[in-house]
T-cell receptor, first 116, second 118 residues
Framework: AQSVTQLDSHVSVSEGTPVLLRCNYS??????LFWYVQHPNKGLQLLLK??????LVKGINGFEAEFKKSETSFHLTKPSAHMSDAAEYFC??????????????FGKGTHLIIQP | AAGVIQSPRHLIKEKRETATLKCYPI?????VYWYQQGPGQDPQFLIS???????DKGSIPDRFSAQQFSDYHSELNMSSLELGDSALYFC?????????????????FGPGTRLTVT
């Protein structure tokens, strides 16, 4: 079984300040972890992924995440927030247990608000 | 670059009617996934297909069925629609499992079909 917990339902930061979105996971297998972003009334865009290679993963738009197995965490960070970053962010896990084409398990999402 | 195509983008149906949603994966992708996202909710996995065979099954109601065709496009058929079926339905595609048997390839999502049941 696999699950994802996003520790904050809403995060508000000022433009130009750092962003931290927290995510903890649970998986019976070696998981693949992802962060997806969803802008209002839009589809889901992949920001970055971890699949057992480097633990520090760099994604698009200046985002990065660090996989910490000892803490079962995969927090998303960005050094300087931009107004266009305002969106819903989902931490996602796939535990690769089924041998293929496994469905993804999404967290409940974190709504990122950027204050001008 | 070509993306996942879903049709229709919007669909309005009445209770007890049927609906068919279509998904065209990114060229060369052989795996498709269906997700349902209710209002204010996170996406829930419904079902996936790899090389035209059902691969993984999530919380898909018995009233729903899906298949993948020889050209890799997929259709989600929904019958006896209920008000609670109103949601955004996403299709995603990937390159499948590769030689390792692990689905480590990322899933690319389409824009979704917004289904409203009245």
């Amino acid at each position: 079984a696999q699950s994802v917990t996003q520790l904050d339902s809403h995060v508000s930061v000022s433009e130009g300040t750092p962003v931290l979105l927290r995510c903890n996971y649970s998986s019976s297998y070696s998981p693949s972890l992802f962060w997806y972003v969803q802008h209002p009334n839009k589809g889901l865009q992949l920001l970055l992924k971890y699949t057992s290679a480097a633990t520090l993963v760099k994604g698009i738009n200046g985002f990065e995440a660090e996989f910490k197995k000892s803490e079962t965490s995969f927090h998303l960070t960005k050094p300087s927030a931009h107004m266009s970053d305002a969106a819903e962010y989902f931490c996602v896990v796939s535990d690769n247990s089924g041998g293929g084409a496994d469905g993804l398990t999404f967290g409940k999402g974190t709504h990122l608000i950027i204050q001008p | 670059a070509a993306g996942v195509i879903q049709s229709p983008r919007h669909l309005i149906k009445e209770k007890r009617e049927t609906a068919t949603l279509k998904c065209y994966p990114i060229p060369r992708h052989d795996t498709v996934y269906w997700y349902q996202q209710g209002p204010g909710q996170d996406p829930q996995f419904l079902i996936s297909f790899y090389e035209k065979m059902q691969s993984d099954k999530g919380s898909i109601p018995d009233r729903f069925s899906a298949q993948q065709f020889s050209d890799y496009h997929s259709e989600l058929n929904m019958s006896s629609l209920e008000l609670g079926d109103s949601a955004l339905y996403f299709c995603a595609s990937s390159l499948g499992v590769g030689t390792s048997g692990r689905s480590s390839y990322e899933q690319y999502f389409g824009p979704g079909t917004r289904l409203t049941v009245t």
